[in-house]
């Protein structure tokens, strides 16, 4: 009778016990504990039995049996442990299961975990030990599964739109002025071709990670709470590779996702080699910005979640992190390598340019995400496509220089104009000077050790050629080689006036395209200044080729003062001659086109003060001999208003033709 109350007693104690841990008040009398044991799924049946039939034994504590080793009754578990056991075995976790009946479950995998802990010191054949295992491999395979769905329940969905919305976007955003840039070896060249601004992305340096510029809520807080909690038990049984792979598999698949939402495509190496260069141009654009979003935003977020739900072990961390993260950078690294090793045209430049900036904006960044030994290959790789990235930029540049010597296109500009090499090629170099920094870099990389070739650049264009910038100097041989070109396509035009127009034109316009941006602090004072004497030296020359004839019809020579026949006859024919050659320059020069207003406008000036003060003093010398005889209106067709005002026709692009013009009132 004694052994079946203390039997009884012992039930009483278990059952206080399991109320205790279901946070069920303890003020209960017997019938209420059985009527809680009896309720509770049938889990604890086999405990009463145990109690009973341990009547005869000696009187012992759980852990006592479990840990007594030979000569213990094998038979008897401590009853938290079974209860617990009963709990993992037959838990069904419904959808969105109330938080209590969770860590009611948590709470008896403890008790597991805490059995197999006290256990650890028996034998492998332990019996309550193998039942412990059982139970705790059973409740791992659910914790995974409920690991797994936590995540992908609570995932929040990436909404690029708020990046919109924030400062991010204007800090690596394309200028709304980008146009595009044809590649002239192409013939993609007209002469029509529009002036361009910069077009490249806006690379201000960004906040390093940790910063609250933006912040991007990955998972619903009210998850966290159980992921940590399950994250730890996993780990804390030995579940951690688990545990890594369930959570590096959802979390990825997201990143995937995300990318996609920012226009990224999964491509291999050939399949970009392969893409024509309008769509690749887009999608370039498209990798400048995502690299960015997705460094400082989407991973920056990505390291948090992992510190947050992996608390206690920063190895955990750091494989989760890198697991997760290094198959989303690898997938930009690898478009990136596609695009240096791709094949090289002028056209490309400013977009490899624009990558590389981009890339090495977030270089540290990467370094920090991808500290760990695990993740150094992720920051290898990064920064070896950052070295290819630059080595194509430069050899991109080399062979604009080579393709502008090379540039033999036969046809003339009409009028002497512009030609479009040359606005091509100095649009491209203002375009270049955004670059200026990571050009200099690059270019000193390149140059160092190398001897510098100083020997096409023109000692007068820079005194001191060692203190130029690698970019200034490359620049300076870019203009003389363009220079050098224009100089023999200025010889396909017959007229050697024109030729001399077409090359004021040309470098004027190369003037003021360095004189309107950063290039006049890059070339120098003196490189300008040089290149206005140009300007004034063709002028002259023009003067000289195109006027001269009819300058010499307004000299003495071969002319007296007297009013003999024979002086009237040479003197008509001056003035003939003179009208013949006004004409003939008004009806082809009103053709030519000096597109510079005050270029044209200085141009008239330099000629008006050639020819009118010649005309009105050859006028005032022997205008009377002809004014007093018959047709006298035949050879004076002009006066010198008349002149004057058909001056201001001249380099209009309009062919004009006096006809049969006679002075008025004669």
């Avoid at 604890?44 to 213990?72: D, F, Q």
């Avoid at 146009?179 to 529009?194: C, K, N, Y």
């Avoid at 080699?273 to 460094?295: G, H, N, P, R, T």
């Avoid at 990136?336 to 900036?357: C, H, N, P, T």
Wanted: glycine share 6%; proline share 2%.
């Amino acid at each position: 009778m004694a052994a079946t109350i203390e039997g009884q007693d012992r039930v009483l104690a278990a059952a206080q016990q399991i109320v205790k841990s279901l946070n069920t008040s303890t003020n209960v009398d017997t019938d209420d504990m059985l009527m809680i044991l009896s309720s509770f799924d049938n889990r604890l049946s086999k405990l009463s039995n145990l109690m009973t039939s341990s009547s005869s034994s000696t009187p012992t504590s759980a852990k006592a049996a479990a840990g007594a080793g030979v000569g213990a009754d094998d038979s008897f578990v401590d009853p938290k442990f079974e209860a617990a056991e009963q709990l993992v075995l037959h838990w069904n976790s419904p959808p969105n299961a109330d938080p209590d009946a969770t860590f009611e479950y948590l709470a008896a995998v403890d008790e597991i975990i805490q059995m197999t802990e006290d256990l650890n010191v028996q034998p492998e054949n332990d019996p309550v030990m193998d039942r412990a295992e059982a139970a705790l491999q059973h409740a791992m395979a659910h914790l995974e599964d409920e690991f797994r769905h936590i995540l992908i329940r609570n995932t929040v969905v990436f909404d690029a739109n708020r990046l919109h919305e924030s400062s991010f976007i204007r800090r690596c955003s394309i200028s709304s002025s980008a146009v595009e840039i044809p590649d002239f070896e192409t013939g993609a060249l007209s002469e029509d071709q529009e002036d361009v601004s910069s077009g490249r992305y806006n690379h201000v340096k960004g906040k390093s990670l940790g910063g609250d510029e933006f912040s991007l809520e990955l998972v619903l807080p009210d998850a966290m709470i159980e992921l940590r909690e399950i994250a730890n038990r996993m780990i804390r049984s030995g579940y951690e590779k688990e545990c890594c792979q369930v959570y590096s598999s959802v979390r990825r698949e997201v990143l995937d996702e995300s990318l996609a939402i920012l226009g990224i495509e999964k491509l291999s190496i050939e399949e970009v080699q392969k893409i024509d260069w309008q769509s690749l141009d887009e999608k370039m654009k498209k990798w400048i910005y995502a690299i960015k979003v997705l460094v400082r935003i989407l991973l920056s977020a990505e390291k948090s979640l992992c510190e947050q739900i992996f608390v206690g072990s920063e190895l955990i961390k750091e494989v989760c992190f890198i697991e997760t993260a290094k198959g989303c950078v690898m997938q930009l690294v690898n478009f990136g390598e596609a695009v240096a090793i791709g094949q090289r045209s002028s056209e490309k430049l400013f977009r490899i340019l624009d990558m590389y900036d981009a890339l090495a904006d977030v270089l540290c960044d990467i370094d920090v995400l991808f500290s760990d030994e695990a993740g150094e290959m992720v920051c290898v790789d990064a920064k070896d496509v950052l070295d290819r990235l630059g080595k194509a930029a430069i050899g991109t540049f080399v062979e604009f220089e080579n393709a502008v010597q090379r540039e033999a296109s036969k046809k003339p500009t009409q009028g002497g104009e512009i030609h479009p090499l040359t606005r091509y090629v100095m649009n491209y170099v203002k375009l270049l000077v955004d670059y200026s920094d990571t050009l200099n870099g690059l270019l000193e990389k390149l140059e160092c050790g190398m001897e510098p070739d100083s020997s096409r650049v023109d000692h007068g264009d820079n005194l001191e050629l060692e203190n130029i910038a690698p970019l200034a100097r490359r620049l300076m041989l870019l203009i003389k080689s363009l220079e050098g070109n224009l100089e023999g396509k200025s010889r396909m035009y017959e007229d050697s006036g024109m030729q001399y127009i077409f090359l004021m034109n040309n470098v004027h316009y190369i003037v003021q395209k360095v004189k309107d941006s950063e290039l006049q602090k890059l070339l120098g004072d003196q490189w300008v200044r040089k290149r206005r004497g140009q300007i004034r030296q063709h002028a002259t020359s023009y003067l000289r080729a195109s006027w001269s004839k009819l300058l010499s019809c307004l000299k003495d020579d071969g002319l007296s003062g007297s009013s003999s026949n024979a002086s009237k006859i040479a003197l008509k024919e001056r003035f003939k001659n003179f009208n013949a050659c006004f004409e003939e320059i008004y009806r082809i020069q009103t053709g030519w086109k000096v597109p510079d207003a005050q270029l044209r406008e200085e141009l008239r000036i330099s000629i008006s003060e050639k020819v009118l003060p010649a005309y009105r003093s050859f006028l005032g010398r022997f205008g009377s001999h002809l004014e007093s005889g018959r047709n006298a209106g035949k050879y004076i067709k002009y006066t010198l208003e008349d002149l004057e005002g058909y001056l201001l026709d001249l380099f209009e692009a309009t062919p004009l033709v006096l006809h049969h013009m006679r002075r008025k009132g004669t």
